[in-house]
């Protein structure tokens, strides 16, 4: 790519042709503060006309985000008349943003405040219009809330939802003053296609979009000293806990959030890590009997509730190709009202079964009409990473110096292979390790599996599994990906045994319930460290040789797709379609693959 | 939300006839496939059944393969589209800079007092619709309504009654 001389703030820089102003100035050292601009999705409305810059020849400002540099260009940044810009325009935008910082979900994480420090603001001029929260607040959903009020029209989750998940549920209505971000027909976000996958509220700059707050309820169930609080925590947590309280990017903090739960008064600490050991060993053998009785193939994972959604309005008549095994999430709160209470004496009506997760689907997921196989509420309540660090926040401990706890048993023990079902594919991974020894009775040659790792949109691997010959799967990760799969899977050019999809861009690890923002570094440096739990911290690396899994099938469901796992840990799934206004979950057709597949 | 009434949102497509619901699914096909189909799709779809409701919303997206969301993006925000039914007569009151300083709110007012129907409306008998545009390009004629395709320059509410009259 040719070369071009540009001199920003009196910096000589020569960048590549085709680079924005912007760009050009962050090689010069400059940092020009911007709000609507996501360059990692190339993301430039040029709507927010914060990092506007004087070109020399150019009769206006323009948008350094979108402005393309040319040879010879002479750019200022800093001059009077771009100073006096920023600042109107920031204080434009804050001319209709509520000002109720102090009581927002983003006070101190908040882009709107970044740039009014930035363009040293310190008054707003302008009044604010008095907003009736009923007509701006739609808390329909039992992950996302969405608050127009604060929107300031960066199109960020427009894009995210339409181009990176293809649900296309949010969408710029209306125009000029009036125009609002939000679903068609203004519809309550419960009654649209959204998949709850959260990946909005990570792209949004302030506080117009956020998970919806359960943490005033957990408090209350750990105040009461009539429950008995049981609590389970997802594989990505323990990578990203850490850094939004005060840790670097990529610490693994498995032993710190044990301890942090107990201190926050939780009964029990299990591990989702457990129930992911147990899905492997559900999933692959529902994958081996597939196999072997001519089932439906692909088979596709179902860890992750946001795809599960999605693949319920979008590719309702694949849901046969879906795995009939709960999440690990669900799989753990029927145990924990079966297995443990039983193994405990504590009444499965006295126990409130709480998940973290870095997932806000699983919000909408534990409330599904269908998962109350326990006779009770199978899990009561979720909370994302970040009310789980609000909560530690509240209570005053000092994370970074907590010594190590350890889980409780008899649900908490895993393996690494449980672990990594929180990077994009792990649960893949894990599956072929355990697929390959049943088998063929032998491990595989190397453990690490690395074709199924990365950030590749999707990815392929063929392994041969002795009798079966070669197996060809695939990983996708974040629904536009997925839908190319889908889509070969639909046109019958898919020729893969198993398929891994999870919502999230990056998998759990960049779930829409983990620390904001989000950014492929982070993404790779909390998979890392969950490779790390898996290589060298945990003592087996396999599903199946997990002594606490190995027990409950002894002593609790006997074995595999038997008759106990097919009431407690497999699931169906509804034709929801596209339809609009959405029914009630009840009112849809099942998908019952269930007794189809099962039994 | 302004300017919507949802008691149309949901209405379902049975108000349409078989065979403006077969002129529908025509237009649709005609463009199926064809970038840059929405916008003209809608408009003629609008011309068969006279408004833009959730239902022919749902169906055109549907046709055409795009997130409804996507519809009604475009249906908002262009005032050609509208989600209420239509008048036999639509009035447009310009409040464009030149025919409001001349007193176009003056005129919408009186409309919205004689008519009984706020702006985005359509009276009960279905006689009337009435919008506001910004500038129609006829300045010189300021302040202006147009009813259907007849442009009525230099309006006062005096005169507004005669003009009403010949649409009755």
């Known amino acids: 790519m040719a070369k071009v001389n540009v001199t920003i703030d009196n910096i000589k820089v020569s960048v590549e042709q085709g680079n924005t102003i912007l760009e050009a100035a962050m090689l010069a050292g400059i940092k020009i503060p911007t709000l609507c601009a996501w360059p990692e999705i190339n993301h430039r409305p040029g709507a927010c006309r914060v990092c506007v810059v004087e070109v020399d020849g150019q009769r206006n400002l323009v948008a350094s985000c979108v402005f393309p540099v040319s040879e010879g260009m002479v750019v200022k940044t800093t001059s009077e008349r771009v100073r006096k810009a920023r600042k109107l325009n920031v204080e434009l935008l804050l001319s209709n943003h509520p000002t109720e910082c102090n009581v927002c979900v983003r006070n101190g994480n908040c882009d709107l405040q970044v740039v009014a420090e930035a363009v040293g603001l310190r008054e707003v001029r302008f009044t604010y219009p008095d907003y009736s929260t009923a007509e701006y607040i739609d808390d329909s959903s039992p992950s996302v809330v969405r608050d127009a009020r604060k929107c300031i029209k960066c199109y960020r989750c427009v894009t995210v939802c339409d181009e990176i998940q293809t649900a296309s549920v949010l969408s710029p209505t209306f125009r000029g003053d009036g125009v609002r971000i939000g679903p068609a027909f203004n519809l309550p976000l419960l009654e649209t296609n959204c998949t709850n996958c959260g990946q909005c509220i990570l792209a949004c700059p302030v506080g117009a979009l956020y998970e919806k707050d359960d943490t005033d309820k957990v408090w209350a169930a750990l105040n009461d000293p009539s429950k008995h609080v049981v609590v389970q925590e997802a594989p990505a947590i323990r990578a990203a806990l850490g850094e939004d309280l005060g840790m670097p990017v990529g610490s693994l903090v498995t032993g710190k959030m044990i301890e942090a739960l107990r201190r926050l008064g939780f009964d029990k600490v299990f591990d989702t890590n457990f129930t992911a050991d147990l899905t492997i060993i559900e999933e692959g053998n529902e994958l081996l009997q597939r196999v072997k009785t001519g089932g439906k193939l692909p088979m596709i994972t179902s860890c992750s509730p946001g795809w599960i959604k999605f693949c319920e309005h979008f590719y309702p008549d694949l849901l046969d190709n879906l795995s009939t095994c709960k999440s690990p999430q669900q799989m753990m709160g029927a145990l924990i009202k079966t297995y443990y209470a039983e193994h405990s004496g504590v009444d499965a009506k006295d126990i409130v079964s709480v998940s973290i997760m870095p997932c806000t689907a699983k919000k909408f997921e534990c409330q599904r009409d269908e998962m109350a196989d326990s006779g009770f509420r199978d899990v009561d309540y979720v909370l994302t990473t970040r009310e789980l660090s609000r909560m530690i926040k509240q209570a005053g401990i000092d994370f970074a110096n907590l010594p190590e706890g350890d889980y409780d048993n008899p649900l908490g023990e895993y393996t690494g292979a449980g672990t990594i079902f929180g990077a994009t594919g792990g649960v893949m991974e894990a599956a072929l390790r355990t697929v390959y020894a049943v088998v063929t009775g032998t491990n595989l040659e190397s453990l690490d599996v690395t074709p199924v790792r990365g950030l590749e949109g999707v990815k392929e691997a063929a392994v041969e599994v002795g009798p079966l010959g070669k197996v060809k799967v695939a990983v996708a990760h974040g629904l536009s990906n997925a839908r190319q799969l889908m889509d070969k899977i639909r046109d019958g050019s898919a020729d893969y045994a198993f398929i891994e999809v999870m919502c999230c861009p990056g998998g759990c690890v960049s779930g829409g319930g983990q620390p904001i923002a989000p950014s492929n570094e982070k993404r790779i440096n909390r998979a890392a460290a969950l490779y790390k739990d898996d290589g060298a911290v945990q003592k087996f690396r396999q599903s199946h040789e997990n002594p606490s899994v190995k027990r409950i099938y002894e002593v609790f469901l006997k074995e595999p797709l038997g008759h106990k796992s097919h009431e407690l840990l497999h699931t169906h799934y509804y034709k929801r379609g596209t339809d609009l206004p959405h029914a009630h979950d009840a009112e849809f057709e099942v998908n019952d693959a269930k007794n189809k597949a099962t039994h | ?168």
Do not use: W
Request: a neutral charge; proline letters at 5%.
């Open chain 2, 1 to 168: 939300m302004a300017g919507i009434d949802t008691t149309h949102m949901g209405a379902g497509t049975e108000e349409f006839t078989a065979e403006q619901l077969a002129k529908v699914d025509k237009i649709i096909s005609k463009f199926k496939s064809k970038p840059g189909a929405l916008i003209p799709v809608l408009e003629e779809v609008q011309d068969v059944c006279g408004y833009l409701p959730m239902s022919l919303q749902l169906r055109v997206a549907k046709g055409l393969g795009i997130p409804v969301a996507n519809v009604y993006g475009v249906v908002t925000f262009y005032s050609f589209f509208t989600m209420v039914p239509r008048g036999k007569h639509v009035i447009r009151v310009c409040l464009g800079t030149a025919c409001y300083v001349r007193g176009g709110q003056k005129i919408l007012e009186s409309l919205v007092g004689t008519l009984g129907i706020a702006p985005g409306e359509c009276t009960a008998d279905r006689n009337f619709s009435l919008e506001t545009v910004r500038c129609l390009g006829a300045c010189g004629l300021a302040p202006v309504v147009v009813i259907d395709e007849d442009t009525h320059g230099q309006m006062k509410p005096a005169k507004l009654d005669k003009v009403l009259a010949e649409y009755r």
